[in-house]
């Protein structure tokens, strides 16, 4: 895992210095319990009394998930992973009316197979890093969460999204011509059963709030103002349980293992 | 798969000429628009502006799945397959109160080992085909459905069933002293999920139109007198879906696959 | 199969006799149609007549899953199921207001590697023996049904429980600090989907009665006075289907398999 870190690094040094991505989501040293401690496209504040920390996606005006942004969020979030003293991720948008409007158009059109390669690579290690997370993951979906976006939220523990009737979500990739990624439906599925993801991808479908809690896409409503109290809320009640446990189920690493056929 | 069509029509061939069969769901040159083109067993109607068939379902008096009536609805499915002016199929039944009673009991009694296999072979292709189909499919369910034909309801992309209380559907294979075939039971699963296909095989449950909407096994109830109108208005709904994206995420042949560990 | 029953009986004799342990789930010859032939931890009454069978689970106080209680109850299961006079079996607690706590945590401390493996390979068991059974099983879960106990319930082909609200059922190990098993995970997914598994496992979260209804981890809620009766009422109804077809679909021996690629 270390060894991916290098080459999002490396892809850093060999593309020079960007405005703001030194420094996000590390922690200086001597810092205070809570404060802002990215500048750039991810900022990443750190609640070390809590050990959870925001996540709020700032790649403006509609978080595209762009090769350069991934590369900052995966930064980001390893870092957090590998600071003991965070435990839990809120992650929530700091773009107005939107989480994250998914993959970024730009990255898929007129660029070079290699580039194709590293763009894709990187989206499916924000799938992989953010669905495989040791932390505790909730989205707090303040807005739009179309396509990718969607894929992101459905990668978090818990989803929470604003009761606004502007907003929608769903993968809708069909919509505008492109087919979803089998992972992304592979993972829709894991969320909302077989049936209701052949349909949403078939048709593109986006859900209203109400609609997208009805099939279980996300997990909770709040009133908008309420989003970010709810989700610490929620992120205390998961961290009462006993942290190692937490996604172990998945590794099969169990004493017993060798006993089954 | 232009060998099975082959092999079915090699199988009509040496079964001799029957009336009805020939030319079935084929297009004449210079046809109209709209016009019925099958006088078999199963009559196709094609509006080609619309690019939407009909396939109606008259194997009298209940639609069951003979070798016969499976083979002639196979070549029509073909035709309409690699007809590229069709994008969507109905289907339904012009059987009085009867959608399809699934497959025929004579088939599989006192013939031979060579006729079991045919006959099988034939509904595992029809599943096949309908599941697979490249074209849009919508099942308008104008009576009961058992069994066999509630297998061709769920191989379609929407169901909309007549919500008259005297039909019902279901895989009741079990009532009959049958076991439903696992490909059955698949189906099954991706509609209605594990639990409640456990508990419908177990039992060989029957649902009425309410029940079986209930349950996610349709998708949508209508008077039985609007049945044809809805189930061309929710075609256009699907047929407004870019065409080449539906059902190409079930395929797997997208340019990032070979970025997938 | 029988291999297992000979491992079992061989562990007991190891073990010396134990009081109420010999003859459990037998049947005496020249028995009355009903009546009961238990003595230890599992009561268990045949009626003939009917050819079902309850298991009452007796192991006070809270019906824990120590191996010589997981022993006692492999034994009597399977002489039910050699038993062709026996079709059905209702299994529900003699103990008041549990069902069963679940694995006796005293197993899995301070003993040795040889115990620990024996104790899992016994769980192991009586998980395949109760979910792969032959006969109809219906849980009349009269009491809390944590953990283990849920895994008892889920395995069975109907879960009748009483809408005592001081009772809940569901697999809380996460809550207690343990991890669990993948294939209780496995058997919760096949009964109440993925998501609804995710959050139960990753929360340890019991339900009450509505709640389990709710989700489908139980299918059938009764006042606690008529759950005896009520699971008689069900398996009746169970035992009219087709006895052979039972459960058959899970095993695929059918004819037309070999047809399948």
Redesign the interface.
């Known amino acids: 895992m270390a060894a991916v870190a290098v080459t999002m690094v490396r892809r850093l040094l060999r593309s020079g210095p960007r405005p703001g991505l030194c420094g996000a989501g590390g922690r200086e040293p001597g810092a205070a319990p809570r404060r802002a401690i990215g500048h750039g496209r991810v900022a990443v504040e750190l609640d070390s009394s809590a050990g959870v920390a925001v996540m709020k996606m700032e790649n403006l005006p509609v978080n595209s998930l762009s090769l350069d942004f991934l590369t900052e969020f995966l930064i980001s979030l390893e870092k957090l992973e590998n600071d003991r003293g965070c435990r839990g991720v809120i992650l929530t948008s700091g773009a107005p009316k939107i989480f994250s409007a998914g993959l970024d158009i730009m990255e898929m059109y007129g660029k070079s197979t290699e580039h194709?390669?590293e763009f894709?690579?990187a989206v499916?290690e924000m799938w992989l890093r953010l669905y495989q997370s040791n932390m505790v993951t909730i989205a707090a979906i303040n807005g739009s969460s179309p396509a990718g976006g969607c894929l992101m939220a459905m990668c978090c523990?818990?989803r929470i999204m604003a009761e606004n009737p502007k907003y929608s979500i769903g993968l809708n990739e069909?919509?505008l011509?492109?087919?979803?990624?089998?992972?992304f439906?592979d993972t829709m599925?894991?969320?909302?059963?077989?049936?209701a993801t052949?349909?949403s991808?078939?048709?593109?479908l986006l859900y209203s709030p109400p609609e997208a809690h009805k099939i279980?896409l996300v997990?909770q409503l709040v009133p908008e103002e309420k989003i970010q109290s709810t989700a610490a809320a929620v992120m205390s009640?998961?961290l009462a349980?006993?942290a190692n446990?937490?996604?172990?189920?998945e590794n099969?690493h169990?004493?017993?293992?060798n006993?089954?056929r």
């Open positions: 194709y390669a894709w690579k499916q523990d818990y069909t919509q011509g492109i087919v979803a990624p089998f992972w439906k599925v894991n969320t909302i059963g077989n049936r052949e349909r991808l078939e048709l593109g279980g997990d009640q998961w349980i006993p446990h937490l996604r172990m189920m099969g169990l004493p017993y293992v006993l089954c």
